[in-house]
């Protein structure tokens, strides 16, 4: 079945690895028969700032609240043209991929400025108006996939579960579960290229290849298996029952299979 898939990606190199992984997922989800919609950063001259100018018609001219300016000008269709196009682009997608470089334990700040900007109040949070009712595995996005594609300047070992940067899904979790679970999304393992900077020819031929077959299962691999706020296991709508994910706590506590999450 052909679908939509958004790739948003922030390189400003054209000949980097991320920009040439994004070559390839435009080629090989083209060649599937799928649509493919792209949002480049660098190359659209992303306004990363959410400031006072994104809000034409403010609510309260003397005091900045993004949160009420955000949920005013998304209810009355007052947003800023490329933002507004930028949500269309996600609603019109049945998956987003998003692919960039690890800098200092995240992503690029213009991808950050894009998450800040695109997910207004009344869309990615307050959905509905209901409050926090529809979020974490609930929302806007529910039924949506999303995956990230991370080039990764250091060795894999540093990412290891014992390594000392780190285990590499947990150092995303504040994208993975919160940019993109908290409204809906289904998340997929994230892919990574280890030791970016340093490949040869050879080690970008092998994480093309990978990619490529990641790729080919958009839409069949399983996601991680957070848990979900509406499944039973947060009964106040905040915080684990107490049978549940017994002796855990932090980012694992919240994963279903934590064998699976912690060694994608």
């Known amino acids: 079945m052909v679908k939509t898939v958004l790739i948003v990606h922030a390189h400003p190199e054209p000949a980097s690895l991320t920009r040439q992984l994004v070559e390839l997922s435009v080629h090989t989800l083209e060649q599937q028969g799928h649509e493919v919609l792209q949002s480049d950063l660098y190359g659209m001259s992303w306004k990363a700032v959410f400031d006072g100018l994104d809000f034409s018609y403010r609510v309260d001219p003397g005091y900045l609240s993004f949160v009420a300016e955000s949920g005013h000008a ?91 940067n780190g285990p590499l899904e947990q ?60 499944g039973g296991d947060y009964p106040d709508g905040h915080v684990l029952a107490d049978h549940v994910a017994v002796g855990q706590s932090g980012f694992l506590a919240h994963i279903a299979d934590t064998a699976s999450a912690a060694n994608p």
């Not at 200092?104 to 990615?124: N, Q």
């Not at 970016?196 to 839409?219: C, G, I, N, P, Y």
């Not at 399983?222 to 706020?229: E, G, V």
């Open 74 to 164: 998304y209810a009355n269709g007052h947003q800023a043209p490329d933002v507004a196009a930028e949500q269309q682009k996600v609603l019109a997608s049945d998956a987003v991929i998003f692919q960039f470089p690890l800098w200092w334990y995240g992503m690029p700040a213009i991808m950050k400025g894009w998450f800040d900007r695109v997910w207004a109040l009344g869309l990615a949070y307050g959905y509905k108006g209901a409050g926090n009712t529809y979020r974490y595995g609930d929302g806007a996005f529910k039924g949506k996939r999303a995956m990230l594609c991370v080039a990764v300047g250091g060795p894999a070992q540093d990412y290891a579960p014992r390594g000392i």
């Open 171 to 230: 150092l995303l979790f504040p994208i993975t579960h919160g940019a993109l679970y908290f409204p809906g999304f289904d998340v997929l393992p994230s892919f990574a290229t280890y030791g970016s900077t340093r490949m040869t020819s050879q080690d970008v031929d092998a994480a093309k290849q990978a990619w490529q077959e990641r790729l080919v299962h958009l839409f069949d691999d399983a996601p991680i298996p957070f848990r979900r706020q509406n």
